[in-house]
């Protein structure tokens, strides 16, 4: 059942960066309303990421939550997130890698969570030779007479951080292990775009970073349907990420959000969020029962226009994403490509030609 309703102001179709409401147009379906599990423990991975250290800041300040833990990958990351949440302890901070399975696993496993938030990300490095090169073309289109090509930028992926290995081994072992613990409830910040297998972001470094991200929520979905409701997630596809969470007051609640699935809020002019208010829907799955098993865009209007986030994750999704829209108001795993490819058919080829050699 949806709590209350946002004011008229905030529904009126005004801007021209209206979202396209994907839920009107869909049939009507009846689904069950949900119980959520109560969440007293959390373990936060990406912690030291931009996002990530928002979402740990934001779930160490609440009074509901007697354990919050936060992952990270060296003790660099480790002080960084101390001196932004001033209020953790020590122990509060856990150093270890989630490509490999076993350390993320032993701390996930130790520490017997009620909710993982999942923040971790593979993050593309540009390689300095493409900035050059950028910059002389810049330079030489200033000469009259001289029109090259813009050269673009090129990126690489460190060494370990490929999205195969984090966003999609990286993450799987996550999942793993909080199925394995107990878990009642998995959060996932990935991204939007997981519908369009020819989107620019996939082509980054050859990386295929998206379709790594929507294979390894197909496979937390399926980990959850197996546990009969003892694992339950959530999945937020934020649209282009803007601030780097330095000051989340005055970067955080000034905007307001639009909600979609299967990428159709890419369709509108604006299809920005900043950091903060992502950290802010993140944080507040854990209380929503509405953002129970469901699979969601989230992007915003741009500053000035409509009524800020409030915090008020059901609302948004009741009056933006009704679950009595078709399959509950939830993405549609069944788009984009099927990912990784199989390879049962190159194998049985294989071994069919072995045979006949
Ligand atoms: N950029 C955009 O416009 C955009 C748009 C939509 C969605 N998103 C997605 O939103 C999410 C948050 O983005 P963000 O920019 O805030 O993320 P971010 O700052 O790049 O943080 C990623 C985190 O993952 C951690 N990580 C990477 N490899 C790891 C490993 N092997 N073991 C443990 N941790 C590892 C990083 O650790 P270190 O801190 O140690 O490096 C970092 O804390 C990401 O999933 C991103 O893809 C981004």
Redesign the pocket.
Known sequence: MCRSRISAASSRSTSRSQPRSSSARRPMVKTRAQTLPTISSVII??????????VFAKCVQDAELERVVG????E??KK?VASFAPDAKDEDVVV?????GTS?KDVINEGKFDALIC?????PRIMKRSIVKLLVTKVLNFIPGVNMKPAMPTFRW?E??TPE???WE?QKAQFDAAVESGVKLVVV?????GTQDDNR?NAIGEGN?LKW?RAAERYLIELCKGTNGKTNFTIV??????G??KDLEAEGGKVQLTVGVDDTLLENEYR??P?AD?AEVLFHSLKTSEALNRSFDVASLPEGEGVPFDGDLGTLLCDGLPKQSVKGGTCDYTLGEVFPPSTSGVEEEEEAEAKTA
């Open positions: 991975t990406g912690a030291g990421g931009k996002t990530g250290k928002a992952v990270v990958r060296t660099k990351s960084m270890a890698s989630i490509v490999d993320v923040c971790t990300s593979a993050t460190p370990n951080g290995e984090v966003d990286g910040c990935s991204s939007m775009g972001l970073i991200k596809h934020p649209g282009g990420l803007k780097n969470c920005s969020i950091r992502v």
